[in-house]
């Protein structure tokens, strides 16, 4: 299994980011997927998740109607676009399959957000 996150980076509160994650080693147009996130001295939480059609998905509720999550099957990748961004947005964030959990345990390297004026 390879899971490799893109996309991050510095953006002032109330910015845009769009996350991408290829995915690999497994039959990924099956398999639901997920977003997660870890600020310093946090725990890993679920952001977000998406059925293996995409036609389900749930948000946890800091993010609810600010962050999308979507994928594309032919290209084996799941993204989040990330809206209306606040400062306590910042984190690692990490892409795993399945839905509201993480199904493996080997993790990418995940990509930084920074949300800061």
């Known amino acids: 299994v390879q899971l490799v996150e893109s996309g991050g980076g510095l953006v002032q509160p109330g910015g845009s980011l769009r996350l991408s994650c290829a995915a690999s080693?497994?039959?990924?147009?099956?398999?639901?997927m997920s977003w997660f996130r870890q600020a310093p001295g946090n725990e890993r939480e679920l952001v977000a998740s998406?059925?293996?059609?995409?036609?389900?998905?749930n948000y946890t509720a800091p993010v609810k109607g600010r962050f999308t999550i979507s994928r594309d099957n032919a290209k084996n990748t799941v993204y989040l676009q990330m809206n209306s961004l606040k400062p306590e947005d910042t984190a690692v964030y990490y892409c795993?399959?399945?839905?509201?959990?993480?199904?493996?345990?080997?993790w990418g390297q995940g990509t930084q957000v920074t949300v800061s004026s």
């Open positions: 080693g497994f039959t990924f147009s099956t398999s639901s």
């Open positions: 795993n399959a399945g839905y509201l959990r993480a199904r493996y345990p080997d």
């Open positions: 998406i059925s293996s059609g995409g036609g389900l998905t």
